[in-house]
């Protein structure tokens, strides 16, 4: 697979991102090895994961998935050719949450324990903490790298603004600042004002930014649970409406003339994009995790991607752009 280098960061990861979530809770150990393996037999070295997955699940406490991560590196003696990236920010059980100094040094513990590591590759702010001073956490997460415990650190859940002015205070103290940024984003466009709690979209303000700064975008919740191709997922309803119904029937002409999935259409066209955004791809199932990194192999031409961005906008602005 593909390597690229994330933002400004040194760390080089594969071009597609595996989603770790529901690794060793909703998803069991084995199954979830098979994933873990086929991605990596596939060359995939970037896996996304958090400290607080899977809590909100019965019967599950936090630390599973990372647990499970590190039991499969252990396994298969692999550590040195992954990039983990994990991140903190929600409370869980044992964890008030939040980005304080003290949090973030204990988690941080918490996290290199339960991956049977001594060093996260990434370590992400998984949400805004309005209660803790910016520079409180941007020099805790200096501190952890200048440990030598946390590689790069990353921004996902907050807006562009916060971003900027959290690198800001960073740049002034000569601390590091967030290389990446990790964003809810996929094909469809949420609708106007749609709310998905404390998950933050990829938008115009957050892509110019990170174009500016050398920030890597990587996108989250990219196939919409399945929508894009299941008839048991309804898309959901922050998208639901005319931008979406035109986007799709655009995206289906595409896929179909590239001889591709709709799934896998989504994931090129994220990889395409200008700029690109690195997709985290998910499954439950090997079938699944299959079809997603064969959108490897997808090649959009540079009209297709012109038609895939222009579809649903209203025509002052294809005019504009023409
Ligand atoms: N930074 C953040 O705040 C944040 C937030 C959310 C997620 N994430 C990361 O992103 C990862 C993925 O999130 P997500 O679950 O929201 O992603 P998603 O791409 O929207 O959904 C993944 C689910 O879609 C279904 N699916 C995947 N590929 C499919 C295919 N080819 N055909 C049919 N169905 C398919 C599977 O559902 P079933 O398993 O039910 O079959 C799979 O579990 C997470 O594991 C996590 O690492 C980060």
Redesign the pocket.
Known sequence: MQKVRLGSSNLEVSALCF????IGSKIDRQTSFRLLDLFREAGGTFI???NF?ASWLPGCKGGESETTIGLWMKERGNRQEMVIST?LGFDYPGCPGGLSAAEIERECEKSLRRLGTDRLDLY?A?RDDPETPLDETMEAFDRLIRAGKVRAIGA??LRAWHIAEANTVANANGWARYSVV?Q?H?YLRPRHGADFGP?ICINDDVRSYCRSRNIALIG???????AY??PD?AVPLQYAGPDSDARLAVLKGVAEEAGA?L?QAVIAWMLQSDPPVLP??????PA??S??LAALNVRLSGEQMRRLDTAGDPEIKQAWLR
């Open positions: 989603g770790t979530d529901l996304d994961t958090g997955y991140k992400q998984h996902s859940n990790e809810r996929t998950q989250y919740s990219t196939l919409l649970q399945g191709t299941r997922r999935t799934n985290i791809i998910a499954g439950s199932q699944q995790v079809e997603n």
